[in-house]
């Protein structure tokens, strides 16, 4: 099905949206569980990026030919073919199981992603104390990174609060060159920690102060800030107002 609503009298004789685009709806019936659905899933619980194949359109119109299948590569794109790669959500270790890290967690979750508490304190460190937390553990510090896969879609967010914890995690955590490495605390401490761990400051990717300039007090408005320079790291984003894009919001 096609929605143009390029025409201004759309609005009020068509759809209505005012949105001056194109709309292309392909609905495709499923009898059974297709054969992909299995394969995503999978490929999911991997924490593995997948690619699935819509054929919306042919030549010779084939309805046969039309459909969703997994795609391996190996068949070349053509007009009418939408590939949609699947790729596994987010994943934030956040080491320190302090109260603001209850509200970081709580918003990970609440955004669809994929979040662990790592803590060297056993008092903190509990499931009770996260209840919104895919996994918890109590571990010492180098332990505890070698505890995850380290995926192109993990992150790691440090704050312990303590100089002891947070030195020892940035040893191991600078070198392996993370899609994202977030210090809580001001930048002179991040400076310091940066130069005690034996790196070069203005060679390391480090943010630090984590979190965009967003305003606020509290763990949540912390939360808050951090979820969303993280969300914006990843995208290629500078988390300007959409107000001053001169580009379009979605990358095609």
Same mark, same amino acid.
């Given at each position: 099905?096609?929605?143009?609503?390029?025409?201004?009298?759309?609005?009020?004789?068509?759809?209505?949206?005012?949105?001056?685009?194109?709309?292309?709806?392909?609905?495709?019936?499923?009898?059974?569980?297709?054969?992909?659905?299995?394969?995503?899933?999978?490929?999911?619980?991997?924490?593995?990026?997948?690619?699935?194949?819509?054929?919306?359109?042919?030549?010779?119109?084939?309805?046969?030919?039309?459909?969703?299948?997994?795609?391996?590569?190996?068949?070349?794109?053509?007009?009418?073919?939408?590939?949609?790669?699947?790729t596994p959500?987010?994943?934030?270790?956040?080491?320190?199981?302090?109260?603001d890290a209850?509200?970081?967690?709580?918003?990970?979750?609440?955004?669809?992603?994929?979040?662990?508490?790592?803590?060297?304190?056993?008092?903190?460190?509990?499931?009770?104390?996260?209840?919104?937390?895919?996994?918890?553990?109590?571990?010492?510090?180098?332990?505890?990174?070698?505890?995850?896969?380290?995926?192109?879609?993990?992150?790691?967010?440090?704050?312990?609060?303590?100089?002891?914890?947070?030195?020892?995690?940035?040893?191991?955590? @600078?070198?392996?060159?993370? $899609?994202?490495?977030?210090? &809580? *605390?001001?930048?002179?401490?991040? !400076?310091?920690? %940066? /130069?005690?761990?034996?790196?070069?400051?203005?060679? @390391?990717?480090?943010?630090? $102060?984590?979190?965009?300039? &967003? *305003?606020?007090?509290?763990?949540? !408005?912390?939360? %808050? /800030?951090?979820?969303?320079?993280?969300?914006?790291?990843?995208?290629?984003?500078?988390?300007?107002?959409?107000? &001053?894009?001169?580009?379009?919001?979605?990358?095609?």
């Open positions: 099905m096609t929605y143009d609503t390029k025409s201004e009298n759309d609005i009020l004789w068509g759809t209505g949206t005012g949105c001056h685009g194109v709309i292309k709806i392909f609905l495709e019936k499923l009898h059974t569980a297709p054969d992909w659905a299995s394969l995503v899933c999978e490929a999911r619980n991997k924490r593995q990026t997948v690619a699935l194949r819509t054929v919306w359109e042919t030549d010779k119109n084939d309805p046969a030919a039309k459909g969703t299948y997994f795609d391996e590569g190996k068949i070349q794109t053509t007009a009418g073919t939408l590939i949609k790669k699947i959500p987010p994943h934030v270790v956040i080491f320190g199981a302090g109260d209850i509200a970081l967690s709580e918003l990970i979750h609440a955004t669809g992603w994929e979040n662990s508490i790592c803590d060297p304190r056993p008092d903190f460190a509990r499931s009770q104390r996260f209840p919104h937390a895919d996994r918890v553990i109590n571990l010492p510090e180098t332990d505890a990174v070698s505890a995850f896969i380290w995926d192109d879609q993990t992150t790691a967010v440090v704050m312990t609060h303590q100089y002891r914890f947070d030195l020892p995690l940035l040893k191991v955590l @600078v070198p392996m060159k993370l $899609p994202f490495l977030g210090l &809580l *605390g001001p930048r002179e401490r991040g !400076a310091r920690l %940066l /130069s005690d761990a034996g790196f070069d400051h203005a060679n @390391v990717e480090l943010h630090n $102060p984590i979190g965009l300039d &967003l *305003g606020g007090d509290g763990p949540k !408005a912390v939360a %808050l /800030s951090i979820v969303a320079e993280i969300q914006a790291h990843l995208h290629g984003r500078d988390g300007q107002p959409l107000s &001053l894009r001169n580009r379009p919001i979605h990358d095609l």
